[in-house]
């Protein structure tokens, strides 16, 4: 059974600084999706990654992907109140099947 | 591009008694996913339907929980009778199938089981 891992479970992080999330899987996997969900809101997808040493980025988030170590990282930097959620990374192999990390719950303080 | 759309947003029912939502998906997405979220948690996939086929359901608790899609679009889950730790979201969400994986959320329903 796939097993998907985050850590920190929970993060409280200043404006301005920087910090990684990380997000370890038990088998080897086709893709790697990482999701932002607000409170009371459903998910919204921001990264795809597709391959070893797949990095990608948007604003303030970078996305990497590194499929021998099965490990992903989301890298903030410089965090902005407006980052503050829940973070899920989702793998999937074969069938389309996602399972989901228990995702990190990312509180931006002023 | 209208987005997922599932109803009611909010459902608050005792224990034993029935429940249905409805998940009508993005236009062309030919696989639908319902999810689960407890609070607190990550989406537990309970079906996947592939057109008005079965592709995954080995996590649906099957002697309370049913999903249907007919004619290859919209889905309803239900679930009889319900227990106290249904109460989650149900997230229903589709893709596309040339973009396998990249799933698009509905803003989900919420249950409370008293």
């Known amino acids: 059974e796939l097993k998907v891992e985050q850590n920190p479970l929970f993060l409280s992080m200043q404006e301005g600084k920087n910090y990684t999330i990380y997000c370890n899987y038990s088998?080897?996997?086709?893709?790697l999706y990482w999701y932002r969900q607000d409170p009371g809101k459903s998910l919204e997808s921001l990264f795809v990654?597709?391959?070893?040493?797949a990095v990608k980025q948007e604003g303030r988030l970078m996305a990497s992907l590194d499929t021998k170590a099965r490990l992903s990282t989301l890298h903030i930097t410089a965090a902005v109140h407006d980052l503050s959620a829940t973070y899920f990374c989702?793998?999937?192999?074969?069938?389309?099947?996602?399972?989901f990390g228990t995702g990190t719950r990312l509180t931006i303080i002023p | 591009e209208a987005g997922v759309a599932q109803s009611p947003r909010y459902k608050i029912i005792e224990k034993r008694q029935s429940v249905a939502f409805w998940c009508n998906p993005i236009?062309?997405?030919?696989?639908l996913y319902w999810y689960q979220q407890i609070l607190g948690q990550g989406p537990k996939l309970l079906i996947q339907?592939?057109?008005?086929?079965?592709?995954?359901d080995s996590q649906l608790p099957k002697d309370r929980f049913s999903a249907e899609r007919l004619k290859g679009v919209d889905s309803t889950l239900k679930i009889q009778p319900a227990k106290l730790e249904d109460s989650a979201v149900y997230l229903c969400?589709?893709?596309?199938?040339?973009?396998?994986?990249?799933?698009?959320f509905g803003e989900g329903s919420r249950l409370t089981v008293l």
């Open positions: 990654l597709l391959s070893n040493g």
């Open positions: 088998t080897t996997s086709d893709r």
């Open positions: 989702a793998v999937s192999f074969g069938n389309e099947k996602l399972t």
């Open positions: 339907f592939q057109n008005n086929g079965v592709v995954d």
């Open positions: 969400a589709s893709s596309f199938p040339r973009a396998p994986g990249e799933l698009f």
């Open positions: 236009s062309g997405h030919a696989t």
